[in-house]
T-cell receptor
Framework: AQTVTQSQPEMSVQEAETVTLSCTYD???????LFWYKQPPSRQMILVIR??????QNATENRFSVNFQKAAKSFSLKISDSQLGDTAMYFC????????????FGKGTRLHILP | DGGITQSPKYLFRKEGQNVTLSCEQN?????MYWYRQDPGQGLRLIYY???????QKGDIAEGYSVSREKKESFPLTVTSAQKNPTAFYLC???????????????FGAGTRLSVL
């Protein structure tokens, strides 16, 4: 069975610093997608970034980037120049395709950006 | 505006009562999903539907039921058989089964269900 593990339940960093959130997953599939979702205090789930497993190049979206290590089954999220609005729960997620395309979420990392 | 609307925002259930959470989308998405979120548990899949008039159980379907009579709507009923219904419920939709980078799930704002 596929699993997603986020080993850091909670983190705090100063504004403008860089922070890395860890995620590992387990799967026997070769083609899949990985995601990072953000859930701010409003509880609205927002897609931050996605990565296709067949692409070796790491995805980037402005201040957000990933370090995708397929062999190690690792998918960490780096937030550069962190801002107060980055305070949120961050969920790592894996999309499996069998029997249908559904997503498995990790338990989340609560990130606090301190002024 | 295009999006996913969940209602109500807050819902209270009495013992032995069935309650229904509404989820409507105007994104023309084929697939819709229901998740339950508990503290420290992340999101867990309750039910999902890939097309109208068809749906599948997720990881924690017991005590819940769904219907998909219209493409836009995917209501979730929390039955009296669900003994611990207090949680935050999230509905999502996506374009469907096609294995493309566009098959992203978009979420509604959620419904908080509490037991009286």
């Amino acid at each position: 069975a596929q699993t997603v593990t986020q080993s850091q339940p909670e983190m705090s960093v100063q504004e403008a610093e860089t922070v890395t959130l860890s995620c590992t997953y387990d799967t026997s599939e070769n083609n899949y997608y990985l995601f990072w979702y953000k859930q701010p205090p409003s509880r609205q789930m927002i897609l931050v970034i996605r990565q296709e497993a067949y692409k070796q190049q790491n995805a980037t979206e402005n201040r957000f980037s990933v370090n995708f290590q397929k062999a190690a089954k690792s998918f960490s999220l780096k937030i550069s120049d962190s801002q107060l609005g980055d305070t949120a729960m961050y969920f790592c997620a894996f999309m499996k395709h069998s029997p249908h395309a559904t997503i498995i979420f990790g338990k989340g990392t609560r990130l606090h950006i301190l002024p | 505006d295009g999006g996913i609307t969940q209602s109500p925002k807050y819902l209270f259930r009495k013992e032995g009562q069935n309650v229904t959470l509404s989820c409507e989308q105007n994104l023309n998405h084929d697939a819709m999903y229901w998740y339950r979120q508990d503290p420290g548990q992340g999101l867990r899949l309750i039910y999902y539907s890939q097309i109208v008039n068809d749906f599948q159980k997720g990881d924690i379907a017991e005590g819940y039921s769904v219907s998909r009579e219209k493409k836009e709507s995917f209501p979730l009923t929390v039955t009296s058989a669900q003994k611990n219904p207090t949680a935050f419920y999230l509905c999502a939709s996506s374009i469907g089964q096609r294995e493309t980078p566009k098959n992203i799930q978009y979420f509604g704002a959620g419904t908080r269900l509490s037991v009286l």
